[in-house]
């Protein structure tokens, strides 16, 4: 039984996903999209971060506390995943961010890593591996890999808008790993784009199209 998948349903992110995935949306109001679509996916992957309890004093009396235990690092894949992770960091200041360079092949689709700058020993209790689009599921599988290689032992993947087939790749090679996501499309094209999607998501973020 893989772990779980959650696609949100919460009207914030709905709404935001239609400007998002609007052809007539520019790049600035494009990353905007994408950091507050991040911020509240993250809120949902980190439900699960252990506390520890404390206490703090206010200008009135002092009182119980709670804050987070565990550390945690952001993975974004290059070049999509920055936007993400730079929104998440905001939130979590205090995360470690490690950079995973990976293009998909334009022939084969396939992943290509050309980039990984992880430290020698992850010292993190959670990796969240950030990337808008999920859509064969290489470059995740990829990224997976590599952490899992370097030691990593809990991870989960947040993504904007995924594809059964990218879902399922994803599943197939890491069962373990839960997926939080904006959406779930209905299929890939013929050139292994996501349908609906969003067309290209480093292109619209960085207005390289
Ligand atoms: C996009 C996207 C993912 C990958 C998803 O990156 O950001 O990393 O494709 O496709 P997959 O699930 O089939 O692997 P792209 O290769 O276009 O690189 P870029 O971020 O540098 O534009
Ligand atoms: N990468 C993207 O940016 N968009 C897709 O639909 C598929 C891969």
């Known amino acids: 039984m893989p772990a779980a998948i959650h696609v949100s349903r919460h009207p914030l992110i709905l709404h935001n996903l239609a400007t998002l995935r609007d052809v007539r949306t520019e790049p600035p109001e494009f990353r905007r999209m994408v950091r507050d679509l991040a911020q509240l996916l993250f809120y949902e992957a980190t439900a699960d971060l252990k506390l520890t309890t404390g206490t703090v004093r206010t200008p009135l009396a002092e009182c119980a506390s709670q804050r987070i235990a565990e550390t945690v690092g952001l993975v974004p894949i290059l070049r999509a995943g920055l936007g993400m992770a730079e929104a998440m960091l905001e939130m979590l200041p205090s995360a470690q961010v490690w950079h995973l360079g990976v293009y998909r092949d334009h022939e084969t689709a396939r992943p290509v890593t050309y980039y990984s700058k992880l430290p020698a020993r992850?010292?993190?209790d959670l990796a969240v591996v950030v990337d808008p689009m999920l859509a064969t599921g290489g470059?995740?599988?990829a990224a997976l890999d590599i952490l899992k290689k370097s030691g990593v032992s809990r991870a989960a993947f947040v993504?904007?808008?995924a594809a059964?087939?990218?879902v399922k790749a994803l599943q197939d090679a890491h069962p373990d790993v839960p997926i939080y996501l904006?959406?779930?499309?209905?299929n890939l094209d013929e050139h292994k784009y996501i349908v609906p999607g969003l067309g290209d998501a480093g292109d619209r973020q960085f207005a390289t199209g």
């Open 164 to 166: 059964p087939e990218g």
């Open 182 to 186: 904006a959406a779930l499309d209905t």
């Open 139 to 141: 470059s995740a599988v």
């Open 159 to 161: 993504g904007l808008i």
């Open 122 to 124: 992850p010292q993190i």
